[in-house]
């Protein structure tokens, strides 16, 4: 053979050699995408099946990244969320009403019986068209719940009868207890003949338990 030839014979096993290396690489990049596709890869769904098993687990979520002092405790609740999760409830009235007496009295119709379920903090504001027929006697007006005295003030129409005005105020009572309760508006007048008219009680249970 002369010096720097090459042998066809050596050449030939080697271009066979790369020929199936070719085909091996293909074959297997075909089996991949055919059977990747066939469990949904192209559409991009997730489902049970497509999931391996084991493939998220306690191990793999973060220590600590999803606990009840990030989501705030009960944040989401069936409670929070069904009809009436704040209870509210109002009474009124309209028929006038006449008081010349120095004791205190119950307002009629300015009395309502709440049943709360959970801890709460009950907000309370009634509003009175009052009229009075001597600007130097007082009116008073104080609020209960059950047999507690919760708020108790002097409220002042600003004119002599005939001049109707309207006087309002807002109580606050926290810490309540689940159970029922009574609300319920008295007045008072001192010297004078005093008349109500329109009227309305208002009480929220604003949940803290």
């Given at each position: 053979m002369v010096e720097g030839s090459f042998s066809i014979s050596k050449v030939v096993p080697l271009i066979v050699v790369v020929w199936v290396l070719s085909l091996v690489t293909t074959l297997a990049a075909m089996y991949v995408v055919l059977n990747f596709t066939q469990v949904g890869v192209g559409d991009l769904s997730i489902t049970a099946d497509k999931i391996v098993d084991g493939a998220i687990n306690t191990t793999k979520l973060a220590e600590g990244a999803v606990t009840t002092e990030i989501l705030s405790d009960d944040a989401v609740t069936?409670?929070?969320?069904?009809?009436?999760?704040?209870?509210?409830?109002?009474?009124?009235?309209?028929?006038?009403?006449?008081?010349?007496t120095e004791t205190y009295e119950n307002v009629t119709d300015l009395s309502l019986t709440m049943n709360v379920e959970r801890k709460c903090t009950l907000l309370i504001m009634f509003s009175v068209q009052c009229a009075i027929s001597d600007l130097d006697t007082n009116v008073l007006w104080r609020v209960y719940v059950n047999s507690d005295r919760i708020g108790n003030l002097w409220l002042q129409p600003p004119g002599n009868s005939p001049k109707w005005s309207s006087v309002s105020y807002t109580f606050c009572q926290p810490n309540v207890s689940p159970g029922e309760y009574t609300v319920?508006?008295?007045?008072?007048?001192?010297?004078?003949t005093a008349w109500v008219a329109d009227r309305n009680l208002y009480v929220i249970a604003l949940p803290t338990g």
């Open positions: 069936g409670s929070k969320l069904a009809a009436n999760a704040i209870p509210f409830m109002s009474a009124n009235g309209s028929v006038q009403l006449t008081k010349t319920y508006v008295q007045w008072y007048v001192s010297g004078a």
